[in-house]
């Protein structure tokens, strides 16, 4: 699946995910392009992952997806006692039509043009463990999420592009989102 702005990297196109999060992601673009038009050249992918989040939960609402930030969520606690504790959550997102819903741990990293397979599969790791401490109640699937946006001042050219597309196959479900600054990946994995 490509679009002009968004290209499914990896995936089962048999999964209820892809159907979803490309209508979801189909709308990132447009607001990135917003974004730029409306404060000189600010690409929230590029900021910080706070911002990127923000992004996505726009692009959720405009899909018509409910979509709640940094919300309190009950996660595992890493000591013995207390099985839960309360958290935050940084993403999650709900079709009402399906009735279905996604709790996303996201990270963000900012890569270099030798990024490596290993740097990019600790930090999709990361998000993934991340998911895991969210409880099962909070939502149908508990997702680990990496943003990879190029490093500030890495000249992002097509052997780059194609190294983060391999790197992505390592991800249950990956995209690439153009528009922006500059092309943008998505790298998903599922907890359950």
Known sequence: MTSRSLTLVNGDGRIRELRHWTVW???VPAIRRKFCQWSEDFDAF??????????????AAKARYLAH???VALKRHVTRGRPFRRGRCDLWIADVASSTSWAFEVK?????NGIRQ?????????ALADAKQVDRDEADRRVGC?????????RCDS????????????ADVAFRIGSG??????????VD
């Open 118 to 126: 290993a740097t990019f599969d600790g930090r999709l790791a990361r």
């Open 46 to 59: 590029h900021s910080n992952e706070a911002a990127s989040v923000a992004v996505l939960a726009n692009a």
């Open 25 to 27: 992601l189909s709308e």
């Open 69 to 71: 930030t940094e919300y």
């Open 108 to 112: 963000q990293h900012f890569a270099a």
């Open 146 to 154: 990496l943003i990879v946006a190029p490093r500030h001042g890495t």
């Open 159 to 170: 052997e780059m592009v194609d190294r983060i597309d391999e790197l992505c196959g390592s």
């Open 181 to 190: 600054l500059g092309p943008v990946w998505l790298a998903f994995a599922f």
